[in-house]
């Protein structure tokens, strides 16, 4: 097995700061990192062991980072615009490229977090190939109802409590940015459509048979549209959280994926 060590620090956007955590092989296979994107409630700590688990698989560098208003980044004090996955690929994105020095790399998103791994594949061509797990492609009617029964759950206050963990006082926005988000009106038109044809990359689209906040119709949507080649995986038995529920056939199919792909 391939010892792994970590590095944590912050990077200054304004008067703003990320939170960045990398694994680092002892021994390099490639130098060419993978840049991991969390979900919705999600945060760097949330990732658990796939971080350390995909490096050791990959033998490349892997970094994650906490989205401004997540995890040990800085608070944000105001929702998110309709505009919020977009922003994160043209905006924080390439501050984070920047800080490391990075020019090519992969981008690997799990659920909203998948959606912003695709924007930002099609807007930097240094991008060399595209990961996608349980992404958001669209508002469907199971997105909705996922997201209204989530909420309810999280009105309670030991579940508050549980978010917390993650994200400390922001515990309460965390959450109102992914339901007042996703939920209001405005956003039930938004889609991938602007950005899926600019994706040239190589692309593996994975997707949990029994994902409770998207069907299988986002992979097809995502893998049918983009300009690259591109494969999508349906993981029987599975739910939102493929990497965590499925890990196994999480990571050997990223690792097949890459070696069938050259990347």
Known sequence: MNHITTQEQFVSIGDLHIFIKQWLPEKVNLSVPVILLHDSLGSVGLWKDFPQELANSLGRRVIAYDRLGFGKSSPKHTLPSFDFIKEEAEVYFPAIKAEFGINEYLILGHSVGGAMAVNIAAYDAHCKG??????????????????????????????????????????????????????????????????????????????????????????????????????????????????????????????????????
Do not use: M
């Open 130 to 263: 595209l990961i996608t797990i349980a992404a958001q492609a669209f508002v469907e009617p199971l997105t909705l109802d996922g997201i209204q029964t989530a909420k309810q759950v999280f009105s309670q206050t030991e579940q508050i409590k549980r978010l917390a963990k993650w994200h400390g006082e922001k515990a309460p926005w965390v959450l109102q940015a992914w339901t007042g988000t996703w939920l209001a009106p405005e956003f039930l038109t938004w889609n991938l459509d602007y950005c899926l044809k600019d994706v040239s990359c190589p692309a593996l689209v994975i997707h949990g048979e029994f994902d409770e906040f998207g069907s299988s119709a986002f992979p097809h949507y995502i893998a049918e549209n983009v300009s690259g080649v591109a494969e999508f995986l349906i993981i029987q038995g599975c739910g939102h959280i493929p990497h965590r529920e499925k890990p196994n056939e999480v990571l050997n199919s990223i690792s097949k994926y890459i070696l069938k792909q050259q990347l």
